[in-house]
């Protein structure tokens, strides 16, 4: 009978859709997110034993296809660890990407199985057919029907249960597939999912096809489950990966970079030949220069690249790791994608999908939030109140007159100086008077934040950079006209920040006033002196309570 190890995946902390997990397998625990290093045993730069002692790489991929192909039996007999030399986890791939490339292989998903259970994989992989890049909706289909049809065929096949079984996911840049096949493989008793050939979408800078495909599987996925994005090798997408909830990565892009002579920087890659100096302390780096290591011969230049690009991955992935547990995740994420447009363009991609990250995601945290523009509205902290607000509020009962104030620098808002004026107007009304009187604040990014809740995270805990961007602006301003659509307000006064807002708050109040039926006034805050405004405010304020 089938048997799952349900709890060979703990989850420790979560920010968006990332976790920092414990992934149990024989050869030991593995902290995630993980980057496997792939180890290509005839052309190593780097020995697997020094991977984990001196890089700290708890776990190596490598490829039972070609460990089948050129080595038959002996790491069969050896085991796979002490053929590859390595006393940490080994996770197998199965030669599906061979299938990608030559188009077939010589070898039948039962071999495959069979020779990961006897060289004694901690990880292993069923033998998928990867969908690839630039190809027909058919042939996508026949991909994503024959690897489920492995898929459940594995099931009578495998006969060890201490190994983590990987169910790829398959479908390429057809979602809807890709949603099918993670829906049916998620119905299966795999203990690891993997994401199918994103290699050729990253070749092609195509970071925000990727976004949807890995979100495509996530939403069709156990989320409990550890997701492996195959061939992701790159550190400066790490983050964007480790966001949407990708768990283990694989990258040889470390060895073939060095190859080129390629260095690798989480923020992009740079070619030896045209740096002057290493913007790096790793400890390689340290103590030489670009040119000294350009004057190598070349299998001694490769290995100083292959050791830098490695550290940079690791190095990378702490940084993501302690983003996690500090909840600043999405802030570190907004530096990497500056690093090039097509990740700033993934970023983008995710207000499409901000809804879902927010069913996912922590929402309270023990950091504010930085917003830096308009990109920052999907993050989980401003959906969720947007959300709350519009199903859970409801302003107090004998309101009457809806007074919107602007957001100031210094929060809570309500204490700041430039709202103590309006404060004092209203001490000029009696209590049951100033007590019809709503005052909300318009503010970005959360929109309208009513007086009193004004101290809750994150309505103070969070700076934002100004001036304001058209779409954050419109944001703004839409939750403004929603809320007063949806609210029972007699009548509306705006106190009008031109200089932070342009007109356009003070446009969508006017229109959603005129759609309720519900007169509206605004003081101009900025144009007037202060004392006119604060009669003005006054004299309006009577005129509508009087009303
Ligand atoms: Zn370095």
């Given at each position: ?53 001196e890089f700290g790489f708890e776990a190596v991929i490598t490829n039972a296809y070609i ?481």
């Amino acid at each position: 009978m089938l048997t799952v190890h349900a709890m060979s995946f703990e989850i420790k902390e979560k920010d968006l859709l990332a976790r920092i997990g414990k992934l149990k397998t024989k050869s030991g625990s593995l902290e995630t997110p993980l980057l496997f290093p792939v180890i290509n045993p005839s052309i190593q730069p780097v020995p697997p034993k020094r991977l984990k002692e001196e890089f700290g790489f708890e776990a190596v991929i490598t490829n039972a296809y070609i460990l089948k192909t050129r080595y038959q039996n002996k790491p069969a007999e050896q085991g796979v660890h002490r053929f590859l030399g390595f006393d940490g986890a080994v996770m197998t791939d199965s030669g599906a990407y061979q299938i990608l490339v030559y188009g077939n292989v010589e070898v039948t998903q039962p071999e495959i199985i069979q020779y990961q259970e006897q060289i004694g994989s901690d990880i292993a992989t069923i033998l998928d057919i990867p969908t690839g890049w630039k190809i027909t909706q058919q042939h996508a289909e026949k991909t994503v029907a024959e690897t489920l049809e492995r898929a459940k065929a594995f099931f009578q096949t495998k006969t060890r249960d201490d190994i983590l079984w990987v169910g790829p996911v398959q479908g390429g840049r057809h979602l809807d597939l890709v949603a099918q096949s993670a829906a049916a493989m998620g119905k299966l008793p795999f203990q690891i999912h993997a994401l199918g050939s994103p290699t050729e979408v990253m070749e092609n800078y195509r970071y925000d096809v990727l976004v949807d495909m890995i979100l495509a599987a996530k939403k069709n996925l156990p989320i409990e489950r550890p997701l492996h994005l195959f061939g992701a090798g790159h550190p400066a997408m790490f983050a964007l990966a480790v966001a949407l909830g990708c768990d283990l990565f694989d990258s040889a892009a470390y060895a073939l970079y060095a190859r080129q002579g390629r260095y690798m920087t989480e923020n992009g890659t740079w070619s030896l030949s045209g740096l002057d100096y290493f913007p790096c302390q790793c400890p390689k780096c340290t103590g030489t220069t670009p040119k000294t290591v350009a004057a190598l011969p070349q299998k001694d230049k490769e290995i100083f690249l292959a050791e830098h690009n490695l550290y940079v991955c690791i190095a990378e992935l702490r940084r993501i790791k302690q983003a996690i547990r500090d909840g600043r995740l999405w802030e570190h994420l907004e530096m990497r994608v500056h690093g090039h447009p097509a990740l700033f363009t993934a970023l983008k991609k995710l207000q499409n999908h901000a809804d879902f990250i927010e069913k996912c995601a922590p929402s309270a945290k023990k950091s504010g939030l930085f917003f830096l523009g308009s990109v920052g509205l999907a993050r989980p902290e401003v959906v969720h109140y947007g959300n709350r607000l519009r199903e859970r509020y409801s302003p107090p009962q004998d309101s009457k007159v809806l007074l919107l104030a602007p957001q100031s620098r210094k929060k809570p808002f309500h204490k700041a100086k430039e709202f103590v004026k309006v404060k004092q107007v209203l001490q000029r009304f009696d209590e049951a008077q100033s007590g019809m009187v709503h005052v909300c604040f318009y503010a970005a990014p959360f929109g309208v934040v009513p007086m009193g809740l004004d101290e809750v995270y994150p309505l103070s805990q969070h700076e934002v950079a100004l001036p304001l961007d058209r779409e954050t602006i419109d944001y703004v301003a839409n939750q403004v006209f929603e809320y007063i659509t949806r609210t029972q307000y007699v009548s509306v006064v705006l106190v009008h920040d031109l200089q932070t807002w342009g007109n356009t708050v003070k446009k969508l109040c006017r229109t959603a006033c005129r759609k309720k039926g519900v007169s509206f006034d605004f003081v101009d805050a900025g144009a007037e002196g202060g004392k006119k405004i604060l009669t003005r405010l006054e004299l309006i304020l009577k005129k509508h309570l009087s009303e």
